[in-house]
Each structure stands twice: as C-alpha cells, then as structure tokens.
C-alpha cells in the first residue's frame, strides 16, 4: 500500500488506485493517532497496519450495490482487515477522508506543476541572454512599431513565469488544509489532536473551521491560479505561432525528421504544439470558472461540488503539467531567424526610426507639433510610396533647417535601442 501511494507522477497521481491508497492512508493516520488517545487498542493497530489494503475491482463491485463510494472502500478494507476493522473510519464522516486525501493529492499534483514551472523559468532564463542582442522589430496594434530584440521578449516571459511560480506556491499552501473534524466539523466524536495528527503526518495544516468539508474557496484559488499560469503559456505559444507565420517567419517550432504538417500539402510546417497549448487553455479556463461555482453551498454541505472536483481537479492539474512540459521543449529548441528579423525590421524602410527624428527635431529647437507633421507627412510618403524615410527626410526643406545630414544619420541608429537591454534584464532578475 505504501510504495503504491508514495510514487505520485501526475497520471498515476490521478488514478483510482491512487486515490484510495490516499484514503487508506488518511485511515490508517487515523487509527494511529485513536490509539494515542487509547481509543485502539495496540494489538488492533498493528492488526489494521498489518492487513489493511483493498483490491480495486471488489470495491467497484461493492459500489455497484451500496451506491457510495467511501462505504464501498471501507467494506472492501474490512474485507481485508478483519475483526480490527471496526476500529477503522471511528467517529469521522466521508468528507473527513475525501477532503483531506484530496488535499495531499493537489499538494503532490503542485509540485509536479511546480518542478515544470521552475524548468521554464530557467529555459527562458538562458535563452533571454543567448538572444538578448538579437534585433528584431516591435509590434505594436500587429504594426512595426520600434525595434527590440528576441531575448527581451524572453525576459518578459520569464518574469512572468516568476510570478505564476509565486502564483502557484500560495495557492498550494491555500489548499494544504486537511480536516477530522466529524459529519458537521465540531469534532463532537472525534478530539481535535487527532485531526492534528493526522494532518502534521501528510504535511497539511488543520483547516482553522470546518463544516463536514473544507471549504471550497480554497479549490478555486488553486483553479483559478492554474488557469492564470495556463493562460500565460497560451500567450507565450501565440506570439510564436504569429511569428512563425510564412510571412514573418522569425521563429519556428523545431520540425523533426520524418515529422509531416498536413495529409494535403507536403510543404507545411504547422505550430502544433504551440496551437496545441492554446487549445487546451480553454478547458483550463472553463474549469476555473466551473471551481468558483462550486463555492456557493447549502448548509454545512451538499455535494454538488463534488461530481464536478472529479473532473476539473484532475484534468486542469494534468493539463496544465502537460502544457508546461511541452513548452519546455518547444522553447528550448525554438529555431531563431536573425536574419529574417532584420529583414523584417527594414521593410519599411526605416519607418521604425520615426521617434528619434521627432525627438532630435524637438531638441534642434521645432515645436513638438510641427516636428511631428514633419516626420509623419515624410513617413506616409515612405508608406504609401515605397521610398526611403531617410531619404525623404535629408531632402525636406522644414527638417533640414534643424537637422543636419549627420544629425538625420544618427536617428537611425540601431544601438540607441539596444544600450538598455542589460539593465532590463538585470532588473527582470535574469542576471
């Protein structure tokens, strides 16, 4: 029962088996902290330590008849156990168990979330420096706005994930709360010290009030924190899928040998992973808000919210570990077009440069406003006209009485864009 329960990668964390080695666990917790309180005899405990276990398809078979889940399990321990089982499940309620074993399993499933998250961090980390000087344009409203570069945006994404990863290890803690506390949680059959006991031995904290559950405001933080960190890896794989599209094509998904893009056109080379890690934010999401509902509950409980923990709890932690991992790898083995940037950023003809013109005419002594109409009457030629905004500018008669050639020279230098980087990514935590 032990090393069935102590291995938690998210798939078998999940699983039936895993989930009533959980419960079986919290019983046994249970037992051992009644017998401190001389409620079980020692002979009884190591009889229920010795022989407790359940074979799965039996409890399933018991549910089919008794309708209830946790009866189901207890009667196929009892099975096992014999006499000494009558001592098991003594002066607790179902949701003592379900509560607190499925506390210790988002707690396991935060964790592998966790390792991920920090595996992006670092990822992002080492590409943001590996690529800090590597230029390319700004976009802004989808328009060339000025130049930045790729290990920037890199860094923004790690700062990012830096916050989710803060994110994450409140929410574990918010939901890092066990409870024994009895069928309305006023531990009228059961001492406190129990529950205390038992949640010290799975590294929980008692949870300060109870009724027969933990209250849910708890699981909707989780779910909804799991729905933040989703939707910012959904941000992260849309700017790589735009920036792999054929007309930009700065970056590209790693293509396999013997990877094939569509059934019709041999040429293609999709983003499916990113469009994969897209996709499934939506489900994250939808089960978000479907955690939120669950909060509002009749009396000391109900069990609406149950039916849907099933579902949302288990399917956004695995999705959301899944998308981590599959980012990891899209990241760290992006392609990186430099060249294609720096096309890119030129095909306007140095349109980019637009601001240091209107700035450095502000400063050579034109009022903003008239500098601005020089600057965007010679860009919209260059626009419209195809011809060069350099050009333009060294032969309009209104800059050329504050600019000279050197001066329009200046303005469309590259470096003047760059001499902050560093500071940037110092102060993103990157260095």
């Known amino acids: 029962m032990i090393k069935r329960y102590s291995k938690p990668e998210m798939k078998e964390l999940w699983s039936e088996q895993t989930k009533l080695d959980t419960w079986l666990a919290v019983e046994i917790a249970i037992c051992e902290a009644l017998n401190k309180t001389g409620e079980i005899p020692d002979d009884a405990l190591a009889e229920i330590k010795r022989r407790a276990d359940f074979e799965l398809e039996r409890v399933k078979e018991i549910e ?31 949701s003592d168990i379900l509560d607190t074993a499925l506390a210790i399993q988002m707690r396991k499933a935060a964790v592998l979330i966790e390792d991920q998250l920090r595996e992006l961090a670092y990822v992002l980390k080492k590409r943001a420096v590996e690529l800090k000087y590597t230029v390319m344009v700004g976009r802004s409203h989808g328009i060339h706005a000025e130049p930045t570069t790729c290990g920037l945006k890199m860094a923004l994404w790690y700062d990012e994930t830096n916050r989710n990863l803060k994110r994450l290890r409140s929410a574990k803690e918010i939901i890092s709360y066990g409870q024994i506390s009895g069928a309305v949680g006023t531990f009228a059959n059961i001492a406190p010290l129990v529950e205390e006991y038992v949640c010290g031995k799975f590294d929980l904290k008692p949870a300060p009030v109870s009724t027969q559950i933990i209250q849910r405001d708890r ?20 700017e790589i899928r735009n920036l792999q599209r054929t007309d930009i094509l700065e970056v590209e998904e790693y293509f396999s040998p013997g990877q094939k893009g569509s059934s019709a056109m041999p040429h293609k080379r999709n983003p499916i992973t990113c469009e994969q ?34 579902v949302i709890i288990p399917d956004s932690t695995t999705l959301v570990h899944y998308q981590l991992t599959r980012l ?23 349109l980019v440069f637009s601001q240091q013109v209107l700035m450095t005419l502000v400063k050579k002594g034109s009022s903003r406003e008239d500098a601005y109409k020089m600057v965007q009457r010679n860009a919209h030629t260059a626009w419209l006209e195809g011809k060069d905004f350099r050009d333009l500018l060294k032969n309009d008669s209104d800059v050329k009485r504050y600019l000279s050639e050197e001066d329009i020279n200046s303005c469309f230098d590259l470096d003047y864009h760059l001499k902050n980087v560093d500071y940037i990514l110092g102060k993103a935590g990157v260095y």
């Open 64 to 94: 089919k008849e008794v309708k209830h889940d946790v009866i189901a399990f207890l009667t196929g321990v009892a099975e096992k156990v014999g006499p000494a089982s009558r001592f098991i499940h003594l002066g607790v309620t179902s």
């Open 219 to 238: 699981h909707a933080e989780f779910l909804t924190t799991l729905a933040i960190i989703s939707s910012s890896l959904e941000k992260f794989a849309t």
């Open 277 to 310: 890690i897209a996709g499934l934010s939506r489900v994250v999401r939808g089960n978000a808000v479907a955690a939120l509902e669950n909060i509002a509950l009749w009396h000391e409980r109900d069990i609406t919210h149950s039916s849907v923990e099933r």
């Open 328 to 350: 990891n790898d899209v990241i760290k083995n992006l392609i990186i077009y430099p060249e294609r940037m720096m096309s890119n950023l030129n095909k306007t003809g140095g």
